[in-house]
Every structure is written in structure tokens, then in C-alpha cells.
């Protein structure tokens, strides 16, 4: 099983950017898709997920900028964020749990002027 994530870069405050993850391989099941992310000397934290029936759950710190969501055929999360300040500077990375939990090779977001 690989995740692959892409869709980071550099963006100036206030911009945009969407991450994209693509599941590919044998897994059987998905309960959970997500993304967290991790800022230079912090620990890795959750950003947002989505459950298998289609609930959310988001970080306070990016509720009401940051969208979650799934593709049709349910391997691929998107994470759509908006209102990018420089807190928001991370390596973000893709999660995904099933019978087991999987990890993307994360995506860097730098966020500055």
C-alpha cells in the first residue's frame, strides 16, 4: 500500500493550495482518511479527517479555512486550504487507517511573503 501526496509549495498569506493523497495497493479497508502536519522543532498534529460515512473532524486552529474531502472512488483525499497564514508552514502528510494505519512520504506547505 503507498500514499502518495502532492499539491504543496510556496504561498504567500492569505493564498490557497490543495493537497492531494492517492491510496494505491491492496487495501482492503478504509475507515479513516486524514492529514496532519508538522511544523520545524513542533510535534506532528492532525490537521482534518474524514470517517468512512462521510463525517469531519478539524483542528481548531484550521476550521472554516481547510475542507477535507474524498474522491469518488473513495482513494483519494483532497485537503482545500484557504486563508493560508505563516502558522500554517508544514511538512503535511497523508494518513489513512484501516486494519492497519498508513502513512504518505508528506508534502512541504510554506507559507511567507
Known amino acids: 500500500v503507498q500514499l502518495q501526496a502532492c499539491g504543496g509549495g510556496l504561498v504567500q498569506p492569505g493564498g490557497s493550495l490543495r493537497l492531494t493523497c492517492v491510496v494505491s495497493?491492496?487495501?482492503?479497508?478504509?475507515?479513516?482518511m486524514g492529514w496532519y502536519r508538522q511544523a520545524p522543532g513542533k510535534q506532528r498534529e492532525l490537521v482534518a479527517q474524514i470517517f468512512s460515512g462521510g463525517n469531519t473532524n478539524y483542528a481548531h486552529s484550521v476550521k472554516d479555512r481547510f475542507t477535507i474531502s474524498r474522491g469518488d472512488a473513495r482513494n483519494t483525499v483532497y485537503l482545500q486550504m484557504n486563508s493560508l497564514s505563516p502558522e500554517d508552514t508544514a511538512v503535511y502528510y497523508c494518513?489513512?487507517?484501516?486494519?492497519?494505519?498508513?502513512w504518505g512520504q508528506g508534502t512541504q506547505v510554506t507559507v511567507s511573503s
Open positions: 495497493g491492496n487495501i482492503l479497508r478504509i475507515n479513516i
Open positions: 494518513n489513512v487507517v484501516g486494519f492497519r494505519e498508513y
